[in-house]
């Protein structure tokens, strides 16, 4: 245990040190104050959504979507926040957050082998995959499927930063994978010492997300080695490799990351499970509004 920390500390010092890390937007650190207090009510809690445009908007498709089934068109964010409760109130506005300050910039790596629209619908096939394949595992029975979701959306967000970040080196990075034929993790770990999954989950802890869900970013490319949380480790591994085989791969033309087969095992759900449930998995990826 002291040895797995001690490690962690290294690299978020190392990643520190090397990159210019985004803070915390501005909504998710007052969201957290007021949700902490105990004498919050959905107006208080409004009155922080209702100051930002986009996680206002999404909000409010979200409460008035089929899901719901409400019969009267909900409006007011006072009021949406009610249906939702302060839980879903607050993993909405991340997702919202996330894509506000990522999603909409153009990344600074030119490159034929990085495309930010297909890196976000690798991202979104990636969540609606573990959200469907985690609700069916008994192992995983103890997490919200919007946690899950949100845990594959943001798998891979270390590789946003470092487009943005070190654009000449990750785009050196990006090409070396691509000539020699290695993952582009083993290529980061050459050039920068680290990986974009270690860069995602100093992200993670430095905006104060679940220690379950920073672990699980970290972890997502070699499961068996995470100590904590392998369930969900293995679940994100697996998600990440079906938005591949669906041809939505987070960087192009670069080699697809190889499949750790224990993680049927560590999910508890075996392969023919997965094979019946892709239909709703893309169906479910097709029906989602996408940030672009």
Not at 8 to 27: F, G, K
């Amino acid at each position: 245990m002291v040895e797995a920390t001690s490690n962690s500390t290294s690299i978020l010092n190392l990643v520190n040190r090397t990159l210019d890390l985004p803070t915390i937007p501005e909504v998710l650190t007052k969201l957290n104050d007021v949700i902490a207090s105990d004498q919050s009510t959905a107006d208080d809690v409004a009155d922080v959504i209702s100051k930002d445009p986009a996680v206002s908007a999404n909000l409010l498709r979200i409460v008035n979507s089929a899901y719901y089934g409400l019969q009267v068109r909900v409006s007011s964010i006072s009021l949406a926040v009610s249906v939702l409760g302060f839980s879903m109130t607050k993993k909405i506005a991340l997702k919202a957050a996330v894509f506000s300050q990522f999603a909409k910039k153009d990344s600074s790596t030119d490159s034929e082998f990085f495309d930010p629209t297909g890196f976000w619908r690798h991202s979104i096939f990636t969540g609606v995959a573990a959200r469907v394949l985690g609700t069916e595992s008994s192992k995983l029975s103890g997490h919200n499927a919007e946690d899950l979701y949100i845990c594959g959306l943001l798998h891979d967000i270390g590789k946003i930063i470092l487009a943005e970040s070190v654009a000449k080196e990750f785009g050196e990075v990006l090409t070396t994978s691509h000539k020699t034929n290695r993952t582009q993790v083993e290529v980061e770990c050459d050039v920068f010492g680290f990986t974009h999954a270690d860069v995602g989950s100093v992200l993670a802890i430095k905006w104060f997300l679940p220690e379950d869900l920073t672990i699980a970013i970290r972890y997502h490319h070699n499961p068996t080695d995470d100590p904590f949380h392998r369930s969900l480790s293995s679940l994100i591994h697996l998600a990440d490799h079906l938005a591949w085989s669906a041809g939505h791969p987070s960087t192009q033309k670069l080699p697809q990351p190889e499949l750790n087969h224990e993680v049927y095992d560590q999910i508890g759900i075996d392969p023919q499970q997965v094979e019946d449930l892709l239909p709703q998995i893309e169906s479910d990826f097709n029906s989602t509004g996408l940030p672009f």
